[in-house]
Structure formats: structure tokens, C-alpha cells
């Protein structure tokens, strides 16, 4: 058996797989302690640990650990000079007319920097040597006084060249071989100090409490006779033998977004698509994030609660439209709907816990589009009218009929969510109308056909079970790794054959680190370059086939380039300036040994019935039916069609079909723009 | 006909949206460390008359008169005249530019043969000749300080792209390859947002988009009107001054009477002392720019689009001659400084009528540092801006070590300086303590840098103020720290004055500080944790603590 255990902000899901049968189990979460909802879902499953062979877990502790500043008291060393620099951030402000600016809190004190007397040149020589016996001294009382868990090492230009870190390195853990040591260099490579060493500091900060977590984890996995595999989903989209995790655990952050999108890309492909953009919709936010050839947008930076971090994670864009996201009336007289949100308490009003504001949800059940009798497959009782008495008084406000508020702010939520998708598509030069998109979440089934139809996107593509989505993505991702690489190269003479060079040593150590993990089986590569016009600051990534790589010229180069420049910034090569290469990813991955498919749960009966709908702007009859029903029905389901899967509910819109296809997909068709 | 709501709604996010991706994509496509590390530059998205509707929330200065600046353009070469590849250019002070160093194009968006806008980009170009690399602290005219580009039409095609238009700027400029490379990212940012722009005319009219447009002015305009409104009418007053001219010691006035009545707000800079002789003064565009952007951060929330709308309400007037409205030839290189205290006016006018919404007097300044190097492969340009701390507030403590608020660029990162400049390096950069003045809630603190300079024949340029007049408390708090800037040679201490050119030799540590902001409330009021946690921290010394 296969099982994947996704421990969300709300709820902990569980997807598992034996001989083509899926168990899905939805437990809610305990924030304080998240293996204890995970355990708790294994119960609810009725899971057997000890006939489980794979279990793969995400979770967010890592996420929550910054948060909520509870992370490992953590001690940086740095340069002389820059104790300042994540006080001093970047100079500049994220709300310009602010005038109570305040700068994102660091997770440490001042206190806790120590500075170093040394310096390295940008070009990677010795400015100023390390003198290891006096360092030894410093290092020694200083990390002697406080009660640390965990170093961070960040010095200029260290990623150039990182020789002094690795002497800190080596003092520190001489003196405290207790201390977790986390040098930038094995964090990111990437120059600009402030990025990288917030980067580093949340890296060390973070990475004592996963190990605890996890050790907690394991242990109890033993407790319960587990024999399988363990690993642990990271925010690139891979997975990571739970040993790997030891030095990376900052990729563990964002890792259930991350499993939904892989879980889309495993269960589109099936179908034949790899072309997506996905769009997860929960509770409070929505996440998209494009997919060009099954292969997800990886993007170099991301950040939590405003502290930056250059690693590779999936391009995820966040949007706060949720089924909690508020609707209410600015001061100019617009219909706005979040960024906040209702969340799970009070939640919306229909939830009948307290919340008196108008939320997406409670638009859903003045539309009729969520029926208070199948919310969450009817294990949750709402009340409808507490929905109307909220979108009554904003109404009237408005002085449109009750159906027509709540189909305005249906319809302004999904403005929201297009804007996020237009951010990984039209602004990456990607043409939205050239993929299918895959929906899932609770309510991204609901709000597709409609975002859909803003984008000009003809198919959408939803997967069975589609609530529980993330669980099953973590049983479809690879394990996967990136080795990356900051080295300038002008392109010219030679340039070809020493990314050749280059590339074969970053391939030959990703592939020492699989083998020392237990990673067997055959490795697939790919290859990127970061590359930009000598004297820009930001480069764009050019991906290189493997074929392509040994054939690969600097002329070759320099066109991928063109295109990749000309696609982004609608400009290429002027003659003005040449060409370089700023940095190399390789990323190296291994598919599990079997992928289970997400098919139909048991017992899924064809039902059908009646219902109405409010609906751009007016009252439908629309056909309600379970998944059998429209699977039964091979011609297609013509909309306005209602399905309700027990995890999420599907809405087929007017002009728009739908059919299961042999996958268990279901796929909703635009008529007459296919 | 009436907009459809939600429509309005779509296309005001996709034109906000649209000016946004304008600027993350100047920055990311552009050359010099000024634009593509510091952010000076700005994007705007502005309807077929001209009026901006969107903008990328980069800098407050640039962004509050890009409206007149369009204009001079429009009245010489009206836009019905306009054909695809056409470009406006206007860098003129005295033709509703800024200082010349910014350049304004414009260029139009046809969908269907039909104009319906402009995208506008600004960006601060690192030297544009004039008697000195970067910066020339000595002028006397406007002649000095660069090459002017008045209101103007031309054509990609013909005057671009190895056109006489670009060989004539690249022959009058130092740094070309940069500078051209930087105006290249401001063409293809407008071009960028050129095709958002279609794309929307493509899926709602152009009918339903110009309406759009309009009411996303009107919108705007509503919402700066509400916030007026809860204002009580009356007219205040309020002063403050620059340090000086950096030729005489004699501070410089700047007074402000504001004026609110109703829903409208009168600005008038009546009594501000007349222009200078040296590059302080500020062109009427800068000064509308600074009193607009103080009316708008104390009076509004910060998620109010700005733009042509939201400037409605407001008339801001400045005497002729005077320093805030100059007349040609002024040099108006450091129009900032004095920019700033038009909006620290306008901030002591509205503190007593409303108290919890302005922030005390922070360092208000921006510092530049110009180190520049001829060689005999050409001339070599460092530019950096730097703010310091901002003023306290009756909610908290003042923002430690961030530009000012009228303008809002990153620092330079050390690491990119060490990758491209090897006549100098950073050997320290740091928050400077005791700096703030004490309060209720203390202000922001300044910070450090120091410049171990590594070869001869560089040659340091600079404008900051507040070196000698510091930021004032209020309600009782304490005054900001001033800022200083000193050459260390050997045993030698030379410090220089706010406004200054000053050659360096090879190993001299050149070390600029920047002021703190000034404190909010009486000092014995603020809370006993926040004053041992600043101890711990050392953000405040002992002595300083038991004052």
C-alpha cells in the first residue's frame, strides 16, 4: 500500500492506494502537534502501517515555524561590518505611501550576530585572511554565552567563493558538535547579501525543528511496525528520502502547494495533457501555478511573512480569494472581496460559528452552487439563511437584488483569481489560451469554467477527488534534487564546451548524494541556465534539452537566450551588449517505483436530480449529478450541470460540456470555441 | 451608458496590474546599478488625454506629476498627429520636467487604429553629461547639470536604434552603453504595457476601456474626497528649513498654508524664500509632486490607486521665483532636498488637526553618493541614495534606515558593487545608534557607510541635508540625530559639508551617515520594555536610555 499524509493549516488529508483502490480520509489538523493529526488520520483510514510500503508526508511545520517565530534559537556569524544587514533589508519600503512603515521582523535578535574579521573579493581572492586561532577564541565565547541550536554562516561574497564559511564551519563544529551548522554556500549560491542571508539564517532556524519533528515521527512510525519508505515532500515539487532532509529542510516550506501541482501534472498526463495551469482553491487563498510540458514554472525566489528566500521552489502565485475571503464595500463604492478572510473560525456565515460578514462561500449558497445538504459530502451541517442575511444587507447597500450581489462577488473573486494567472502566464510570455487548466481544492472545481472563460481557456481538466488533491500529488512526485552553481561565463570561444564541463560535475554530485541516500534506479537530468545581457542584474532562464547539450555551440546558446529574453521582455538582441551566463541548475530525479493512479472511489452510485441556480445573472434549472452519472453518460453533459464528489463540488456552466474520460477525469468542454 | 460593476472591476486590476509588470520589468531588463539594484524609476499607464490612470507603486516623486509632464508634449505635437512608433521625450524643469537626470517617455497604444493611451516610464539615467560625471554639486545653471530633452516627438524607427536621436545622446553622455541600455528598458517597459493595454481593448472594447479608465479616475477621486471630508475645514500653517544652499550658511525657508475646505484641499507656497543660485531648487512639477504625496499618505489609506483622479481635490501653488517653482536657468539637480521640506511643511501644517495620522520630522533627505573614476578606458560612475530614519508616530516607532518617503529605492548590494566597481569597497554598513530621537515612540535610526577607497584620481560628489538642522520632535518628543559625511586620511579628520565635491586619494575611508528621525510623545511615556530591548539590541546606548 501507498500513502500519502498532506498536514494542511485546517484539515489533514489522506490518500491511499492499494491495487487500484483509493481510500481518502479527512481528519482535521492539530496545529501545536502535527503528527498527531497525522497519526489521526491514519486511524480514520483504517491504515495498516505495517502493509504500507511508501509513505510520503508534507506538511507544514516548516512554514509555521517562521510564522509563528518558533524556530531554533539561532546564532549567524558574518562579516565585520555587516552585523546590520537583515536590519537594514533592502532601503526600501513595500507600501510607498506608508507612513508607519515597518520592515519584515528577522527571526533573530542583534544580539545574536556575531561579526568575523575576514573578507573575500567579489571576484572570490582574499581580501582579509581569517586568522583561525583568534576566530576559534571569538567563536568559542561567543557561542559559549547563549543558549543556541543552530549557526547560520553568511559572509560577503561567499558565494563566490566559500572557503572562509568552511572554516567557520569547521571551528564551530569543532567546539559544539551539538550545533546545527548551515552554510549559505550549501543554501544558495546567489549573489546580493540581504537575500542570501536571510535565506541562510531561516535555513538553520528551521532545521532543528524538523529534525525533532521528524525524529518524533519516525519513532512513532516504528512504534507501529512501519517497514516501508519514509520521505518528505519540498517545495520544488520532488520528494526527499526522510535522510535528505538533515541538510535541506528549508525546502520542506510550501511543500502541500507544491504536492497539489504535481499531483495535477501526474493526473492530467494521464490524459495526455502537460500544457496546464493549475488552480488550487481552499479556504482562504487560491494557487496557481503553470505547467509548459508536464514540467512545473520553477521560480529562484519566494518569501515567508516578508523575509526572502532564493531557493528553487515551485512558481507558485498565492491570491487571497478563498471560500472565507470577505466581500464588503470600499469607500470609492467598490465591490471588493478580500484579502481577508473568515477563515475556518468563525468561517463564513452559514458555518453558524459567529461570522457576520458575507464570505465567498456564503455567495456560493445564495447562488444555490453549494447546497447546504452535500457540504463536505453532508458531513457538515450549514445554515443557508444565515448566507442570505449577510449578502441581504450588502444588497442593499448596492441596491441590486440579493442572487445579483452574491453573483457579483462570484464573479470579482474570480477576477481576483485570473489576475494571479495572468501573473504565471501573460507576464511570463506565456499565452493562457494554450493550456487546459486543472482545478482542484474544494472550490476550485466550482470557480474554473468561469476564470476560464475571462482567459480564453477552452478545456478544463478535473481530477477525481479533486479536495484531496495534495495528498495524492505527494505519491506521484519524483524524488527530485537541484545541484546549482554561480559561475560567469561570457559567451564566446569555449563557453559551450565548459557548461559541458560544468554541468558534468554537477550531474556526477547529484547523483553521488541519490546513491547515498538509497535513491536506486535510473536518474533523469535536466539542465538550466541562468543567462542574462552583460550588465543586467537579472537573468532569465534558458532550459537545455539533453540532446541539445551536446551539440550545443555558442551561437546555439545565444539564440536560446534571444528567445527566452524576446518571450519575457518582448525585446532581444540589440548588438549593444553581449551575453553571459550567470549560473547552472541541474536538477536530478528518480520516478518512484510505481505510480499509483487516482481513480473513482467504491460506491460511487449514478445519481441524478434537480436543482436551481443563480447564475451571471439570472435563475437556472441545473441538473445535479454524482460522478458515475456524468460517466455513465457518453455523449457528454451539457451545463448547467451541479457535480458533488463528497470532496469538492464541480459547476458545468452554460455553453460548457462535460465528460469522464477513461482516467476518471472529468473534462468540461467550451462549445463552439474548441 | 454605465459601466458594468464587475467589468470596471476586471479591467481596473488588469490596468493596475498591467503599469505594475511595467515597472518589475524596467528594473529587471535595465543596466545601470541606479535603475536595476536602486529602483529609481517609475511606470504609468495614462489614458488617450494623457491623465494617468495606473501606476507601478515605485517612486511617490516621479509619479505624482507625470500628468504635466506629459502635457507640454501633447500641446506641441498633439496627439491626433501621433503614428505607431512615435515617442514623447521631456526631461525639461521647466516644462513640467524634474530634474534632467529623469527622463519621461511616452509612448502611445493604437488597438485598431484607434489611440487609447500612453505607457510612460521614468527613469533616473546615471549621467547625462553636464560639467561633471553623475553629478555636478557646482553648477550655477541648468546648462551644467546635463543635456536637456524639452518636449519633444520622435519615431523609433527613424531616431532610434542607431538613429540620430540615439547618436546624439550617446555623443553627450559618459557612461553610453549603460544609459542607452537603460532607455532600452524603458521602451520595451512601455511597450510591455502597450500590449496589455490591447489585450484588454481586445476582450471589452475600446469603448468599455476608455470608460474604464475615466471611472477609475472618478473612483480615485471619491475615495481621496471621502478622506478630505473627515478633516476639519480651516487653514493651517506650517514651516521648515533647508540647512542651506551649499554657498552660504543661510538656512532656507519653506512655508506652507494648507487649506481645507470641504471636500478640497488648497496648498499654497506663499512666503517660501525665492530660487538660489545653486542646484536646490525645486521645479513647480517636484513641488506639486511632494505636497501632493504628503496629503495623500496622511490623509488616505495606502490602497487607494493613485492618480489622475486622486490629484482632483487637491491644488498645490508655489510662487513664481521662488524656490519651489523656479525660473529658468535654475539649476535643480538636488530638487529633492528641497522637495522635502514642502512636504514636511504640509506635515507640521496637518499634524495638530490630525495627530494620529501624520509622523514627526524624520531625516527627510536624499543623500547622494556619486564616486566616480576616469580611466583610460573611460569614465567609471557609482550612484547610491540614501534615506535614514523616518519620524516616530503615535502608533510606533519610526521605520530605522530606509529611503525617505518621497522616494523609495533598494540600496545598492555590497556584493554587487564588489562584481562591478574596483576602485572602492564597503567595509561597513550599519544602523548608527542613539540616532533617533527619544519619545513615546523614538525615531527610526540613520545608518553607516564606509568607503575604503582603493585608487587615486576618484572623485566624490554629493547633495543631503539635515547636517545641521535637525528633524524636529513632536508633541514632545526629542529631535533626530543629524547626518555627517567625513574623509578619514590617515590621522587626519576632514569633515565636509552637506553639498560638495571633494577628490580622494587611494586609501582614504570616506564615511557617510545619515540622520535619525526625530522622536513622537514625551520620552518618560515610552513604555519600560521598548527602551531595555533598544539596550539590549544596542540601538540606544546607557547614557542615552537615562536621559
Not at chain 1, 28 to 55: K, N, Q, T
Not at chain 2, 86 to 97: L, S, V
Request: aromatic share 8%; proline share 5%; with cysteine.
Amino acid at each position: 500500500m501507498r500513502v500519502g499524509i498532506e498536514v494542511g493549516g485546517t484539515f489533514t488529508d489522506l490518500v491511499a492506494i492499494e491495487d487500484g483502490r483509493v481510500k481518502v480520509a479527512k481528519v482535521p489538523s492539530v496545529p501545536a502537534r502535527p503528527d498527531e493529526g497525522a497519526m489521526a488520520s491514519l486511524v480514520a483510514g483504517e491504515i495498516d502501517l505495517r502493509s504500507v510500503a511508501d509513505l510520503v508526508h508534507g506538511s507544514t511545520v516548516a512554514t509555521n515555524a517562521i510564522l509563528e517565530r518558533k524556530g531554533a534559537p539561532v546564532a549567524l556569524l558574518t562579516t565585520r561590518g555587516f552585523r546590520d544587514v537583515l536590519f537594514l533589508q533592502r532601503h526600501n519600503r513595500t507600501q510607498i505611501y506608508d507612513l508607519f512603515y515597518r520592515k519584515p521582523e528577522p527571526v533573530l535578535a542583534r544580539r545574536d550576530i556575531l561579526e568575523i574579521d575576514e573578507r573575500m573579493s567579489g571576484q572570490g581572492e582574499v581580501v582579509e585572511a581569517l586568522d583561525k586561532a583568534v576566530t576559534g577564541a571569538k567563536i568559542a565565547e561567543f557561542l559559549g554565552a547563549g543558549q543556541y541550536q543552530s549557526v547560520a554562516i553568511c559572509l560577503i561574497n561567499a558565494y563566490a567563493e566559500p572557503k572562509h564559511e568552511r572554516q567557520l564551519a569547521a571551528l564551530v563544529a569543532a567546539q559544539f558538535p551539538d550545533l546545527t551548522i548551515t552554510c549559505s554556500a550549501d543554501v544558495t549560491r546567489e549573489f546580493r547579501e540581504y537575500e542570501r542571508t536571510s535565506t541562510t539564517t531561516l535555513a538553520a532556524y528551521v532545521q532543528p525543528v524538523i529534525d525533532s519533528y521528524l525524529r518524533r515521527f519516525e519513532t512513532e512510525l516504528g512504534e507501529q511496525n512501519f517497514a516501508g519508505r519514509f520521505s518528505i515532500m519540498q517545495s520544488n515539487g520532488g520528494r526527499l528520502p526522510v535522510a535528505g532532509m538533515s541538510r535541506n529542510a528549508i525546502t520542506s516550506l510550501f511543500s502541500g502547494p507544491a504536492a497539489g501541482v504535481m499531483g495535477a501534472v501526474r493526473q492530467a498526463g494521464l490524459s495526455g495533457y502537460g500544457d496546464l495551469i493549475t488552480l488550487d482553491m481552499g479556504g482562504t487563498s487560491t494557487d496557481v501555478c503553470l505547467v509548459a510540458d508536464g514540467k512545473p514554472n520553477l521560480s529562484g525566489e519566494t518569501e515567508v511573512d516578508g523575509l526572502p528566500i532564493r531557493t528553487p521552489v515551485l512558481d507558485i502565485v498565492t491570491v487571497g480569494a478563498g471560500g472565507g475571503s470577505i466581500c464588503w464595500r470600499d469607500d470609492g463604492g467598490m465591490l471588493r472581496v478580500g484579502p481577508e478572510s473568515a477563515g475556518a473560525d468563525p468561517g463564513p456565515a452559514c458555518y453558524g460559528r459567529g461570522g457576520e460578514q458575507p464570505a465567498i462561500t456564503d455567495a456560493h449558497m445564495v447562488r444555490g452552487t453549494i447546497r447546504a445538504e452535500a457540504f463536505l459530502g453532508g458531513a457538515m451541517d450549514v445554515d443557508g439563511s444565515a448566507s442570505s442575511r449577510v449578502f441581504k444587507e450588502l444588497a442593499e447597500i448596492f441596491d441590486v437584488s440579493l442572487e445579483e450581489m452574491a453573483d457579483n462577488a462570484v464573479r470579482v473573486a474570480d477576477a481576483n483569481i485570473v489576475g494571479a494567472m495572468q501573473l504565471v502566464s501573460t507576464e511570463r510570455g506565456r499565452d493562457p489560451r494554450d493550456y487546459v487548466l486543472v482545478p482542484f481544492g474544494g472550490a476550485g472545481p466550482l470557480h474554473a469554467a468561469r476564470v476560464a472563460e475571462e482567459l480564453g481557456i477552452t478545456t478544463i481538466l478535473v481530477p477525481p477527488n479533486a479536495g484531496v488533491l495534495s495528498a495524492y500529488g505527494l505519491l506521484a512526485s519524483d524524488f527530485l534534487q537541484y545541484e546549482t552553481l554561480t559561475r560567469r561565463i561570457p559567451l564566446g570561444e569555449g563557453a559551450a564546451e565548459l557548461v559541458r564541463t560544468l554541468f558534468d560535475d554537477l550531474q556526477q554530485r547529484a547523483t553521488t548524494s541519490f546513491r547515498d541516500l538509497g535513491v536506486d534506479g535510473e536518474l533523469n537530468y535536466t539542465y538550466s541556465l541562468d543567462m542574462r545581457f552583460i550588465g543586467q542584474a537579472f537573468e532569465i532562464t534558458v532550459d537545455i534539452e539533453a540532446e541539445a547539450l551536446r551539440e550545443l555551440d555558442a551561437d546555439g546558446l545565444l539564440a536560446l537566450f534571444n528567445e527566452a529574453h524576446n518571450r519575457v521582455f518582448a525585446f532581444g538582441e540589440s548588438g549593444l551588449h553581449r551575453a553571459e551566463i550567470v549560473s547552472f541548475r541541474l536538477g536530478a530525479s528518480a520516478a518512484p517505483d510505481v505510480v499509483p493512479a487516482l481513480n473513482e472511489g467504491i460506491g460511487d452510485e449514478a445519481t441524478r436530480g434537480q436543482t436551481r441556480i443563480f447564475d451571471q445573472g439570472e435563475w437556472q434549472d441545473c441538473l445535479l449529478a454524482s460522478r458515475a452519472a456524468v460517466k455513465d453518460q457518453a455523449e457528454g453533459m451539457a451545463g448547467p450541470v451541479l457535480v458533488e464528489d463528497g470532496t469538492s463540488t464541480i459547476f458545468i456552466p452554460r455553453d460548457w460540456v462535460g465528460e469522464v474520460d477513461d482516467q476518471d477525469n472529468i473534462l468540461i468542454r467550451n462549445l463552439g470555441k474548441d | 451608458m454605465a459601466i458594468d460593476a464587475v467589468d470596471q472591476a476586471v479591467i481596473s486590476q488588469g490596468l493596475i496590474a498591467a503599469a505594475r509588470e511595467m515597472g518589475v520589468k524596467l528594473v529587471r531588463s535595465a543596466y545601470s546599478p541606479v535603475v536595476r539594484e536602486a529602483n529609481d524609476c517609475s511606470a504609468a499607464l495614462l489614458d488617450r488625454h494623457g491623465n494617468v490612470v495606473a501606476q507601478a507603486e515605485l517612486i511617490p516623486m516621479q509619479l505624482g506629476p507625470i500628468g504635466a509632464t506629459f502635457r507640454p508634449c501633447a500641446e506641441l505635437f498633439p496627439t491626433d498627429t501621433l503614428v505607431e512608433g512615435d515617442f514623447y521625450i521631456n526631461n525639461d524643469p521647466f516644462q513640467g520636467g524634474q530634474h534632467l537626470q529623469d527622463v519621461f517617455l511616452f509612448s502611445p497604444i493604437f488597438f485598431e487604429g484607434v489611440l487609447v493611451g500612453f505607457g510612460a516610464t521614468v527613469a533616473h539615467h546615471l549621467d547625462l553629461g553636464g560639467g561633471a560625471p553623475g553629478l555636478n554639486p557646482d553648477a550655477t545653471d541648468v546648462h551644467q547639470e546635463g543635456i536637456i530633452f524639452p518636449p519633444s516627438k520622435y519615431n523609433m524607427d527613424h531616431d532610434w536604434n542607431g538613429g540620430p536621436l540615439e547618436r546624439l545622446i550617446r555623443a553627450n553622455i559618459r557612461v553610453p552603453d549603460q544609459t542607452i541600455g537603460d532607455f532600452n528598458a524603458q521602451f520595451a517597459a512601455n511597450g510591455i504595457g502597450g500590449r496589455r493595454v490591447m489585450e484588454l481593448c481586445g476582450r471589452f472594447g475600446t469603448d468599455v476601456l476608455m470608460e474604464a479608465m475615466d471611472e477609475l479616475l472618478d473612483y480615485s477621486e471619491r475615495r481621496m474626497r471621502a478622506a478630505i471630508r473627515e478633516l476639519p475645514d480651516g487653514v493651517y500653517e506650517g514651516e521648515d528649513f533647508l540647512d542651506d544652499d551649499g554657498v552660504t550658511d543661510e538656512p532656507l525657508r519653506v512655508q506652507a498654508r494648507v487649506e481645507i475646505k470641504g471636500d478640497n484641499v488648497i496648498v499654497d507656497y506663499e512666503g517660501t524664500c525665492d530660487q538660489v543660485g545653486s542646484n536646490v531648487n525645486c521645479p513647480y512639477a517636484s513641488t506639486v509632486a511632494a505636497g501632493l504625496s504628503c496629503v495623500k499618505a496622511v490623509l488616505t489609506s495606502p490602497d487607494i490607486p493613485f492618480n489622475e483622479g486622486s490629484k482632483r481635490p487637491i491644488q498645490v501653488r508655489a510662487p513664481y521665483g521662488s524656490l519651489l517653482n523656479p525660473r529658468r536657468p535654475a539649476p535643480v539637480r538636488a530638487r529633492m532636498l528641497s522637495a522635502y521640506r514642502a512636504y514636511n511643511a504640509v506635515m507640521k501644517a496637518l499634524a495638530p488637526s490630525a495627530p494620529d495620522k501624520v509622523i514627526a520630522a524624520g531625516f527627510d533627505s536624499t543623500e547622494i553618493i556619486v564616486l566616480s573614476q576616469l580611466t583610460q578606458d573611460g569614465y567609471k560612475i557609482y550612484l547610491e541614495i540614501l534615506g535614514g530614519g523616518y519620524g516616530a508616530s503615535t502608533h510606533s516607532d519610526g521605520c530605522d534606515a530606509v529611503d525617505s518617503p518621497l522616494s523609495n529605492c533598494s540600496n545598492v548590494p555590497i556584493e554587487a558593487m564588489d562584481m562591478e566597481y574596483d576602485y572602492f569597497r564597503v567595509e561597513d554598513y550599519s544602523l548608527v545608534a542613539d540616532s533617533g530621537g527619544a519619545g513615546r515612540y523614538r525615531g527610526g535610526l540613520g545608518f553607516q557607510r564606509r568607503y575604503h577607497i582603493l585608487a587615486d584620481n576618484v572623485t566624490f560628489a554629493t547633495y543631503s541635508d539635515r547636517f545641521r538642522l535637525a528633524p524636529e520632535g513632536l508633541f514632545g518628543g526629542a529631535d533626530g540625530v543629524c547626518a555627517s559625511t567625513q574623509v578619514l586620511r590617515g590621522d587626519q579628520v576632514i569633515n565636509l559639508p552637506s553639498k560638495v565635491s571633494f577628490p580622494l586619494e587611494k586609501g582614504d575611508i570616506l564615511v557617510a551617515r545619515t540622520g535619525g528621525g526625530a522622536g513622537y510623545g514625551e520620552p518618560g511615556q515610552r513604555a519600560e520594555a521598548d527602551v531595555e530591548r533598544d539596550i539590549r539590541e544596542g540601538f540606544i546606548s546607557q547614557a542615552e536610555a537615562a536621559e
